[in-house]
């Protein structure tokens, strides 16, 4: 990963537990998973260097390399966890196959990888559906995830553009993207997604 040799924001063991990571990872996950994290992880680095501080650089990449480590595991064993813990997830998510790994990948990724910052753990899970409350971290990954190299669908190119000129327009924008494409797939959404709108529209 390029990014991690000649990122100079990054400390030698800042980057050496990057790349150990990385092949925790990609040993675990099915290999078209593995590239997608790995494009998600390229794509917010490349434009974080506007947004963020070298603290929180480390801390998105971390995020966007475990973001979606609860997908290795099937949707029946990301029920039982969440049952068994007594993890926050709603009635809609337990029922939501797409979106629970993102709302039990945050006591996975502590579990597993012993992490415990908040920031890196409020991103994993905001991941899906986002947040009223989200701060620039949780947005680049938000972002990221929906439009990094191999997503392929119409006004992706004018999307990576704006993620670069203005996060905040972007994200309302990749919002709205998500938005049509369920309501045209006859998908449901989730119960807060009305109240994260509004409140991106009123943010810009």
């Known amino acids: 990963m390029n990014f991690i040799k000649n990122d100079l924001s990054l400390t030698g063991n800042q980057k050496k537990y990057l790349e150990d990571l990385a092949g925790k990872i990609k040993n675990i996950m099915p290999a078209s998973l ?3 994290t790995i494009n998600t992880l ?3 680095c490349s434009i974080a260097k506007k947004y963020l501080s070298d603290k929180e650089f480390f801390k998105l990449s971390i995020a966007c390399m475990l973001h979606d480590y609860g997908k290795i595991f099937d949707y029946e064993e990301l029920m039982k966890i969440a049952r068994e813990e007594k993890l926050k997830v709603s009635e809609f998510e337990m029922n939501c196959p797409p979106l629970l790994h993102s709302f039990v990948g945050e006591y996975l990724v502590r579990r597993d990888f012993d992490i415990s910052d908040l920031k890196i753990l409020k991103a994993i899970r905001l991941h899906t559906v986002g947040s009223c409350s989200m701060g620039i971290l949780e947005k680049i990954l938000f972002i990221a995830d929906k439009i990094e190299k ?8 004018n999307l990576r553009g704006l993620a670069v000129a203005n996060i905040n327009l972007c994200l309302l924008e990749v919002y709205k993207n998500n938005i049509i494409y369920n309501i045209k797939k006859d998908k449901l959404l989730h119960p807060d997604t009305v109240k994260i709108w509004n409140n991106i529209c009123g943010g810009i």
């Not at 191999?150 to 190119?157: I, K, L, P």
């Open 42 to 44: 390229e794509f917010a």
């Open 150 to 157: 191999d997503r392929n669908y119409e006004g992706v190119e």
């Open 34 to 36: 593995y590239r997608h």
